[in-house]
């Protein structure tokens, strides 16, 4: 069973491709985007992706906007920023808008794995509480 | 001031001789003026005082002369009273009236004689021998018989020196009696001689034909014209004197003070020259020029002096503005690199990270243990050349920036501007890639070169395109940079399909420190330099917009010629006056 099913999106293909086989090893189902657009409607095929790995500069749809739609669209799924040095202020802006942290590019693949191993923890626990939430409704209805 | 000085240009030296010849006319002007009034007043009031004062003198000594005639008249008066003309021809009677005479009233009478109506001196006594002289033909003979009393001119008479008559007629017994007395012409002459002023102030009388009755002190020969105008104005217009100012017979101007004397038949001339009479004047004139001159050699100095050191103090503060001027733009450049760098740090982020990527993907694989079969070397060859291509990567950016970086001196040199478009072009090609702007270059291939600063103008193009993809940064679009000749100039827009610059802004987006970014973000320098910069090579920069539509900069460089250099010089220094 893998740690978690990811996501990786940026417009660099040859950065996507050799991340995707680090993390492939490290037992991370990867999924890969090259575009914003791209990423939106791979999320909305296939639910199983639990954790964006979300680049913040990005031609056509930005990091940002990216992230928005995702909140929107499929809000349990849980997204970690990259980004350069000189776009912090766009992460911290991410982290408002409602992704699950931020990490400096290019990033120590140990931190990497910790931090997607956390998202989906926690996307875990949140799908855990809805499915608890919805076993109660049903009893409750039942009752 | 020191002379290591170098030249100024020909802008100053147009400068400090304007300067000089204000001050000059603003200086001379007033001390002209005061001077002049000052001058012309002095003189006519001391004309004024002159002539009064020789007016008044030559009125005395007219009255002096006048005095002294009749004076002599009344006491040959007095003698023909008391002579007895029945014992008149015996010898030692005349005698004695003559010494009586002389020693009553000097020795002014020169000899006395008793003349009958024929004409025939009957009595005479005196240095001379004129006893029984015959004066019947003699001009005061005729006149003398005529009337009570006479006076005559002076002539030489019988005896050979000059001499004049007072003759007395007597009537006695039915016949007419002339008692005839010689007056010294020394003594006479005494009254008129010891009218001297100054070197050349001498006085003389003259008779109705011009002759003189005096000895001048200096020989000439009047005019009689003159002269007789004299009595003429005299005895028609009833003053006593007359002063005139005229060019006497040796081309002097000299003045003549003049009064009928002798009941108008007598004309004495006080002559003086006017230089010799005006000579306090003439002082005055002098110290006046000397002053005049003194004072503008020192003028002039001054104002030479300092309109040189005030130009040089301007040219200095202007080259201390056109030092600051090109810090500015070296701040302004600095400020638009550091918005580069934003970018370019992103551009290179990327292929480090690869390359970090892919150096640890081969750490994994050497940590399972691989390079055992034909797969993994596959692997790790294809992940070396990765490495391999993201490098030259990151080295083409770095060449990018170290060939903008290595421009910065701000020389002049001639170099065709499409490279420089380019080039500018590529360094900003990332950053429009993610401000989703497509960047285009539409340029005329084979330029005319100019002449300008490389750094100088890859600033202006540099902030332009920074400023059209900050103004795009949201909405994406096209910016399209083209370059073209156009009527000796080359014509470079610089257009965008942004939101375009509101009309209440766009008359000051040149102005310096105007800006509408957030405080922090923008210095409000960039369009300002911009303008500085291409004013500076004596184009033009102009800016078109409409809201929504998008803004289209307009600059134009005039192309490379042999004056080109002199027009900038030209420029610079209009700037400066600015």
């Known amino acids: 069973m893998a740690i978690a099913t990811i996501m990786l999106v940026d417009d660099e293909v040859p950065f996507v491709e050799a991340m995707t086989k680090r993390l492939t090893r490290r037992d991370l189902e990867v999924g890969t985007a090259f575009s914003g657009k791209d990423a939106l409607e791979k999320l909305l095929a296939d639910s199983k992706t639990e954790v964006v790995i979300l680049d913040v500069k990005m031609p056509g749809m930005d990091g940002i906007e990216t992230l928005q739609a995702i909140k929107r669209q499929v809000p349990l799924v849980e997204v970690i920023m990259l980004t350069g040095h000189a776009t912090v202020e766009s992460a911290i802006e991410g982290m408002k808008l409602g992704a699950f942290d931020y990490l400096m590019k290019p990033c120590d693949m140990d931190h990497l794995i910790a931090k997607v191993t956390e998202a989906a923890a926690r996307k875990r626990q949140h799908e855990e509480k809805i499915i608890n939430a919805r076993i109660k409704e049903i009893t409750a209805r039942r009752a | ?578």
């Open chain 2, 1 to 578: 001031m020191n002379r290591n000085l170098p030249p100024l240009s020909p802008y100053y030296r147009s400068l400090t001789r304007n300067m000089v010849l204000l001050v000059m006319v603003i200086s001379f002007t007033p001390m002209v003026l005061v001077t002049g009034i000052i001058l012309d007043q002095f003189s006519s009031s001391h004309h004024e005082k002159v002539f009064a004062h020789l007016g008044e003198l030559v009125l005395k000594h007219k009255q002096n002369i006048d005095s002294f005639l009749d004076e002599k008249v009344q006491n040959i008066r007095f003698l023909a009273d008391s002579i007895d003309f029945d014992r008149i021809s015996q010898p030692g009677i005349i005698a004695e009236d003559l010494s009586r005479l002389q020693s009553a009233y000097g020795t002014v009478f020169v000899d006395l004689g008793v003349v009958n109506e024929q004409g025939q001196q009957v009595a005479y006594a005196g240095p001379f021998n004129l006893e029984n002289a015959i004066y019947a033909d003699a001009d005061w003979f005729k006149k003398a018989i005529q009337s009570n009393y006479f006076t005559s001119d002076v002539f030489l008479g019988l005896r050979g020196s000059p001499h004049f008559i007072i003759a007395v007629r007597k009537t006695w017994q039915g016949q007419k009696w002339i008692i005839r007395a010689t007056i010294d012409f020394l003594s006479f002459n005494r009254l008129v001689e010891k009218v001297r002023i100054g070197e050349t102030g001498f006085a003389y009388i003259l008779n109705r034909e011009g002759q003189f009755q005096t000895k001048p002190i200096f020989d000439f020969t009047p005019t009689l014209d003159i002269y007789s105008r004299y009595f003429a104005t005299l005895s028609r217009m009833g003053k006593e004197v007359e002063i005139q100012e005229r060019l006497d017979g040796a081309g002097v101007k000299s003045l003549y003070v003049s009064a009928l004397l002798k009941g108008g038949d007598w004309l004495l001339v006080y002559k003086q020259a006017s230089s010799d009479a005006f000579s306090d004047l003439h002082n005055a004139q002098i110290i006046a020029l000397v002053f005049f001159v003194l004072g503008g050699i020192a003028i002039v100095a001054m104002a030479v002096w300092m309109s040189g050191r005030m130009v040089r103090r301007i040219a200095t503060s202007d080259k201390e503005k056109e030092i600051m001027n090109e810090q500015v733009i070296e701040t302004g450049k600095l400020a638009s690199v550091g918005e580069l760098a934003a970018g370019i740090a992103h551009e290179i982020n990327n292929p480090v990270a690869i390359m970090v990527e892919e150096a640890g993907w081969l750490q994994d694989l050497m940590e399972d243990g691989a390079y055992k079969n034909e797969a993994d070397i596959k692997e790790f060859e294809r992940a070396l050349n990765q490495i391999r291509t993201q490098g030259k990567r990151c080295k083409e950016i770095t060449h990018k920036l170290l060939s903008f970086a290595r421009k910065t001196d701000s020389r002049i040199e001639d170099f065709e501007i499409g490279h420089l478009i380019e080039e500018v072009v590529a360094l900003s090609a990332q950053r429009a890639k993610y401000s989703n702007v497509e960047l285009t270059t539409r340029l005329e291939p084979k330029l005319p070169a100019i002449s300008a600063s490389h750094s100088e103008l890859q600033q202006v193009f540099l902030n332009l395109i920074n400023n059209a993809l900050d103004a795009m940064d949201k909405t994406g679009g096209t910016l399209e940079i083209s370059a073209r000749q156009e009527e000796g100039q080359i014509l470079i827009g610089v257009a965008d399909n942004g939101p375009g610059i509101p009309k209440a802004n766009l008359a000051r987006i040149f102005d310096p420190f105007f800006t509408t970014k957030p405080v922090g973000s923008g210095t409000g320098l960039g369009l300002s330099i911009c303008y500085g910069i291409i004013q500076k090579m004596g184009g033009t920069i102009a800016v078109k917009s409409a809201l929504d539509v998008g803004t289209t900069f307009e600059i134009r460089i005039p192309v490379k010629t042999d004056d080109t250099v002199e027009n900038r010089t030209v420029v610079s220094a209009s700037d400066t006056c600015n």
